[in-house]
């Protein structure tokens, strides 16, 4: 291997009317935070992994972060030569082919639209458990929580709608709030395990959490799997590429640090909750299957106390629980509109989708799509199963993630392979550690289908039984999942017979590849965008 590796020629995008120069690093990277809503993702997860793996959550954590990190490496290698807003869609079309490219866009798609209904259903719930109205606040499928659910998700388009740069200065404001309030906890709480204040069933950090041989196979994998959801979403920097600073390093380089941002983050709160809390099945314990959807909300309450500056924190808690969620909210509705915007400019979905706003520069039909679509799917799962539906799309969303994080890991070691031995950096970061990401992801997103399928596992909080024979009993996380594919399969029939430009590589003809001379095949746009 050569000391030194090509320069890499960098591809212009088609012109698409956002605002360029909008961003910086600083607000690049709270938007990639932001997106994963790390009080939101806590507060519905944690309680669920520690079912699983007990006190090793915090090895979990960790473990889950790997397949993560080696992603992020590979949309920044990625990025650096080709930023376009459609990330996943346009590099894997470009490498794989058309087909690739679609079915990368709609993976991207599906799990952000299933994820709206889950984020509007806890902000409504939060909102009322801010003001002490508890009765509302404890009943998810509540016509109230559906109402102030739809409010918000209407409010956050419109955010989303009225410009990028309003977009990420709201986001500074919420992620700061989130950020301050988990350390408050996570100190206050540390701190009253040490003085021996923590309540009957606390524990002592041990470094036997950390020991990644201490239960099987199956329940580890079952929370990696879990835990890769509160992992998702910092490719949201990524996705403002063409908006930002500096566009082939600066998204790159923040979508790496949200990564390393949230597990510092995670590591911390989830060692304070569980040595505060406990692992026990009853009481504040963190696997008591009464509050498994929401740790955070009981833990506030214990940690700082109910009354005088200690109620006031509590609810500080739930409001960062509140702003997370509402911070997630708008931040899914910005890469999906830009995924959206960018298979329009390309001709892979209806142009109407490519309209610009002429003042704000935004997508205006892809957020306006985007947030109706949300809108619509959240009242319908309300009304199924008593909302219980809402849970079992979240889980299936681990299927898309898988698919679309794992796509853009195998893209970028097939578009650098003729330079993968000119250098080491280009041999692990351009080569093995985004196909070994792609490869961890992959498997989890079968891990999901598989356990999805078979009820006996417990994973989906709804099941159905097929009226005809064989009679099988299918889980509500396979259900989801097999609907939005099929969807996506009718909409990738329907449209390939109806525009054919795109899947003939009309429209996006390049083939993102870089030579031995570091120089892109194919760079000419061609009539992408006309």
């Not at 806590?42 to 090895?59: D, K, Y």
């Not at 009242?379 to 994080?405: E, H, K, P, W």
Request: hydrophobic share 50%; charged share 10%; net charge neutral.
């Amino acid at each position: 291997m050569s000391a030194v590796a090509p320069t890499v020629a960098v591809r212009t995008p088609p012109e698409k009317g956002l605002k360029t120069g909008a961003l910086g690093l600083a607000s690049s990277v709270v938007i990639g935070v932001a997106s994963t809503a790390p009080a939101y993702s806590l507060a519905a997860t944690l309680g669920l992994v520690v079912s699983f793996v007990g006190i090793h959550t915090p090895i979990v954590v960790i473990l889950a972060f790997v397949p993560i990190l080696f992603t992020s490496i590979g949309y920044a290698e990625l990025n650096r030569v080709d930023p376009d807003c459609g990330t996943t869609f346009t590099w894997a079309g470009r490498a794989f082919g058309p087909s690739a490219g679609w079915w990368g866009g709609w993976a991207i798609i599906a799990a952000d639209v299933l994820v709206m209904a889950s984020l509007a259903q806890v902000a409504g719930q939060y909102l009322f458990l801010l003001f002490n109205a508890d009765g509302i606040g404890s009943d998810p499928a509540s016509a109230w929580v559906l109402l102030v659910g739809i409010l918000w998700i209407i409010l956050m388009s419109y955010i989303c709608y009225r410009g990028i740069e309003i977009s990420a200065n709201i986001q500074k404001a919420l992620l700061a709030i989130e950020v301050v309030v988990l350390l408050v906890f996570s100190i206050v709480a540390l701190v009253k395990v040490g003085a021996g204040t923590a309540p009957v069933g606390s524990l002592g950090v041990s470094w036997s959490w950390f020991n990644p041989f201490g239960g099987d196979f199956a329940s580890f994998f079952n929370g990696i799997t879990l835990m890769l959801f509160i992992y998702w979403g910092w490719d949201s920097a990524v996705a403002v590429n063409e908006e930002t600073e500096n566009p082939t390093e600066t998204p790159g380089r923040a979508a790496i640090l949200s990564t390393v941002l949230l597990l510092v983050t995670y590591i911390l709160v989830t060692m304070a909750a569980q040595s505060f809390a406990g692992v026990g099945d009853s009481g504040i314990g963190l696997a008591n299957p009464d509050h498994s959807g929401d740790v955070l909300s009981i833990l506030g309450k214990a940690v700082f106390g109910g009354s005088g500056f200690g109620s006031v924190l509590s609810h500080l808690l739930i409001l960062m629980v509140l702003t997370s969620a509402a911070a997630c909210t708008q931040t899914t509705i910005l890469p999906t509109a830009r995924t959206t915007l960018s298979m329009a400019v390309h001709k892979a979905i209806p142009a109407s989708f490519a309209r610009m706003h002429p003042k704000y520069l935004t997508p205006t039909v892809s957020t306006v799509v985007m947030g109706g679509i949300s809108v619509v799917l959240y009242v319908a799962m309300n009304y199924m199963s008593s909302g219980q539906v809402i849970s079992d799309a979240v889980t299936a969303i681990g299927l898309f993630i898988a698919i679309y994080y794992g796509l853009t890991g195998f893209t970028c070691t097939w578009a650098f392979r003729r330079t993968l031995l000119h250098s080491m950096r280009s041999f692990w970061l351009r080569g093995v550690l985004p196909t070994l990401g792609g490869l961890i992801l992959w498997f989890a997103g079968a891990w999901t289908v598989w356990s999805g399928w078979d009820v006996a596992t417990d994973d989906s909080y709804t099941t159905w039984l097929m009226p005809f024979a064989p009679h099988w009993r299918i889980g509500g996380v396979f259900l989801v999942a097999f609907a939005s594919v099929l969807v996506g399969l009718v909409a990738f029939v329907v449209w390939r017979i109806v525009k054919p430009s795109y899947f003939t590589g009309e429209t996006l003809r390049q083939d993102l590849a870089v030579t031995e001379t570091g120089e892109i095949v194919h760079i000419d746009p061609g009539p992408a965008g006309a």
